[in-house]
Structures are given as structure tokens and as C-alpha cells.
């Protein structure tokens, strides 16, 4: 019951696996659950990731301690300003959208004196969408990185302790260093699965196999959701685009050239770079 | 029992595999198994993917009714020459390589009047190696290019029989189209993948999620075997870099332009055709 009463906004896949999370520690006195959709709001709560469904924020946040924002990206910050005002002295505010930097300088231009608010993106989902696709232990072993600001140093402690409570290592990151990070690690990877599929001539896709279903996967994500990512964090898009453009270009000088053995040589390298982060390489064969 | 004596090459993975379906299905009287690793192919043999393991192909070949070159692309072309003299009469000569221009010219080049060559590729496979991952279903639901030349129709039928008695839907393709289509669906996403972790700094690394995993899960794949894949297919896999890169430069114009729709268009229709495609999306979450 430590964090008692979490109010979580957008109960979907990330929101409703916190929900689920906390409900299965037996961690929150109540969570009440903010949607705009009676149908999610029914689903989370028959799964119990919420135990009451309220389709109106105003109500749902004046009496959280903790209020945890995850909707998707462009939702947050408006949200954010909408809640501020009707929430309790002294709760905490987070939230766990992909994009940092933007988010984190919006809030804290609207936030109250006694209100902190503390950015947070748990590295977890799929290209899947809603609350059926929720688990208690979605966040087992993954990274959340947490981006303080100021000095609010037991607000912060306490965000930290829920995501370790949940299976999350916790990596504290600047917003700037956290976009830096994500551009290359998540929000390129999409751009280059969807820019493969886009490459590929539709008659050809049809003889693509297991390979070519693992490199797009998250092609098949939300575009909604993805075309905001990418606009929030468009600088360091673009500066990742260039980077792998540049090593693109080496592989194809490489091949144009006959370097046969520099080409042996970029493939050996990734497959050690990649070996040694993705140790439990593959549930596909 | 209708295929007779199938001699395997390469008892890996593919052949391996080969070897497996065709013993579940009882389709060949004997299964002769050809690798230069004895350990291999005790291993072949304990798993009854062969019924005997051979290290010299030269005994192997003699009474072979089909002999299946499953080696590695670069040694396919060096072994058919070499075992051509030695086949019998009447037999059908056929491989399993990723790449088929440059095999099936060279291996027709070398022919016997009454040897027929049949070019086969099975697009199944894993970024794993070796005869431990091969499974008797491997090819269940997969797709076999069939790269017939000339007029030998019933050695050609007997193969596609042979892979649709595996599992696997035939589709017959020139040399030619066969490797214009896998430069785009097979070698560059392998490409984009090992370029993918090239680009990103070994500290971001950490940082990736199931995302990055499977957008790279083939630049695990064995470095040696790709190599020799780009350099049999080298054109083609130039002219696909040049696509994808135009599709990126695109996609890097409408961040810069800030032409959002334009963005979302593109995330739009890439999954669009992707999930039209791979309907079974995904196994990991």
C-alpha cells in the first residue's frame, strides 16, 4: 500500500501493466484509471490493472498521491496543464512517454510550487496497443530511465522505488541525453523498419521470411503514435538518419570496391556489439 | 521411399533439416550425409538426419540418385565441379544457396550431358548454425525458389515435389529474379541490421529494447556466410542500398520540412503492406 491512492491516465499497454503491477505487489491502496473509451475502461478494469474507471481526469486526479501520465506522447503535456491545477498538495506527477526533453520543459513551466514532477520512460512494449495486451510483469529486467530536474530528490526516490518495485532497473539520464540515446536505440530502428518495408516492392515482400518479419516488426506499431515520437524528437532523428546513412554508405563503397574484407569486418563487428548486449538472442527461429 | 539415395552436402541447419523431413516422411531409402567435421556428423547421424556420415564426398556421390549442396554459398560452386565427374548416370544435381545467378551459371558451365541442375532456395533459416537447430518441419509453410534453365521438366518437377513433400510452397523465378528479389527482402535488411549496431554507440547499446533486438536479431548471423552472400550479389544488393537510402533521405527531408503528414503517410503505408504480409505477426512481445 506504500504508494496508496495512483491515478493512472491511459490505462493501455504501458498504463494498464503499471496497474497490473502494482495490484499484483499488492503496492497501491487504489488505482483509479482515466480513459476516454468505456469499453478500455471495462477491460482494465474486469482485468483489475484498475479498480475504478472514471472517464473525466478532474475527479479522478484531486485525491492521488501519485498521478502517472501514459497516454501517448502528443497527449501528455496538455494533460498535464489540464491536471495540474485539481491535483493534492504535494503528489507527485510522472509519466512515461518516449520523448523527454520536450515534455520535461513543458511541465515544469506548468507546474505548481508544491507539485514534482518527475519524467520517466520505461523501456517496455510492442508494436501492440491496449490494455489486453497489459502484464503484471511487463517491465521485468527492463531498463526505465528516469530524467530529474532540480532538487526534489525523495520525489524522484520514491518514482525510482515503484519502477524497481515493478522489475525495472532504474538509469538516471538528462531529457537531452535520454532523446540523444532513444533516437538511435529505438526511434531510428522504427524509421529504418518502416523505410525497408517502404524499399521493398510489394511483389517482393511476399518471398521476405523470418528475417524480414524480425527487422520490420515494429513497422506494424501505431503511425499516430510514432509520427509524434519522431516529431518530438526531430534534431536527434534526423542526427541518428545521418549517422546510419554514413555507415550505409561505407557498406556500399566496400562492396562497390571489392573490400571484401572491410565488408567481413563491419559484419563481424556488429555481431560482437550485438552478441554482447542481446545475450538471450532469439525466440524466433 | 521415391527420392531413392539423397546425398546431403552440408548436413547443417538447411541440410540437416532436409535430412530430418525427408526420413519423418519415409521418402528416401538412404540418406548420406557429406561434412568435413567428424563431430558434425556424428551429430547428423544421432539426430538421424543422415543415415551415414562421410567425410569424403567422392564415395558419397557415386550412387546417389539426388545429391543436395547445403554447404555455404562460397564452397557450393568448388564442390559441384568437384563431384560432377563422380555422379551417376541419369542423377539430379540441386543446392540450397542464398544467392543463384552466379551458382547456376557456373555450376551449368561445368555440367555433364546427363547430370540436370536444378537451383533451389528454401528461404528459411535463423541466424543459428549447425545441425542442432535443424528441425524435420523447418520448410512447413516456408517458400522454395525454384530456378529452373533449359527443358529438363522432370527433374525440375522432382524437385519441387521433394521441398512441397517438406512443407514448402514452390515459386519459380530466373536466377536473375531470384537474387534482384532477395537482394531487397534477404541481404539488405541483413545489411540494415548490422549497419543498425555499427551506428549506435557501444554505451547506447544498453539502452536498446526488444525493439532494436529484433530490428537486428540477423546481424547475429555468421559473418563468413554473409560476406560471401553480398559478393555473390553484389549489383543487386548496391542497387537496394540505393533505394532504401532514397527512402531514408525522404524520410529525413519531411522531418527537416517538417511535413508531419507527409511522415505519417509513409508510417502509414509501410504498415499497411507490412501487415498484409505478416499476418502472424509476432512472437515476441
Redesign the interface.
Known amino acids: 500500500m506504500q504508494f496508496g491512492t495512483v491515478c493512472i491516465i491511459g490505462p493501455g499497454l504501458i498504463g494498464g501493466s503499471i496497474g497490473l503491477g502494482l495490484k499484483k505487489r499488492n503496492l497501491a491502496k487504489t488505482i483509479i484509471g482515466v480513459g476516454h473509451r468505456i469499453v478500455s475502461l471495462e477491460k482494465a478494469t474486469k482485468m483489475h490493472a484498475i479498480d475504478i474507471g472514471l472517464l473525466n481526469s478532474d475527479e479522478a486526479v484531486k485525491d492521488a498521491d501519485i498521478v502517472i501520465l501514459a497516454t501517448s506522447v502528443n497527449k501528455i503535456i496538455d494533460t498535464a496543464k489540464k491536471i495540474i491545477p485539481l491535483m493534492k498538495r504535494n503528489a507527485i506527477l510522472t509519466d512515461v512517454g518516449s520523448t523527454k526533453k520536450y515534455i520535461v520543459e513543458q511541465i515544469s513551466h506548468n507546474l505548481r510550487k508544491d507539485i514534482t514532477f518527475v519524467g520517466a520512460h520505461p ?6 496497443r491496449g490494455v489486453e ?1 497489459a ?1 503484471a510483469d ?1 517491465f521485468e529486467g ?2 526505465c ?1 528516469i530524467t530529474p530536474v532540480g532538487n526534489h530528490t525523495d520525489e524522484v526516490e520514491t518514482i525510482a522505488h515503484l519502477w524497481r518495485l515493478l522489475g525495472a532497473k532504474i ?1 538516471y539520464l538528462t531529457p537531452e541525453q535520454h532523446d540523444e ?2 533516437a ?3 526511434h ?15 511483389e ?18 501505431d ?2 503514435l ?2 509524434d515520437i ?2 518530438q524528437n ?1 534534431e536527434n ?2 542526427k ?10 561505407g ?2 563503397n566496400d ?2 570496391n ?1 573490400n ?1 574484407a572491410k ?2 569486418d ?6 560482437l ?3 554482447s ?2 545475450h538471450n ?5
Chains 1, 2 share one sequence.
Open positions: 523501456i517496455a512494449g510492442s508494436e501492440q495486451f502484464s511487463l527492463c531498463t530511465i538509469k540515446i532513444l538511435f536505440v529505438s531510428l530502428p522504427h524509421l529504418v523498419a518502416s523505410g525497408l518495408i517502404n524499399a521493398i516492392k510489394e517482393y515482400l511476399v518471398c521476405g521470411a523470418s528475417g524480414l518479419r524480425d527487422t520490420t516488426r515494429v513497422a506494424s506499431g503511425p499516430e510514432w509520427v519522431f516529431c526531430r532523428v534526423i541518428s538518419i545521418d549517422r546510419f546513412i554514413a555507415e550505409l554508405g557498406f556500399r562492396l562497390l571489392k571484401d565488408i567481413l563491419r559484419l563481424k563487428n556488429a555481431k556489439s550485438r552478441d548486449v542481446f538472442n532469439s525466440t524466433n527461429k
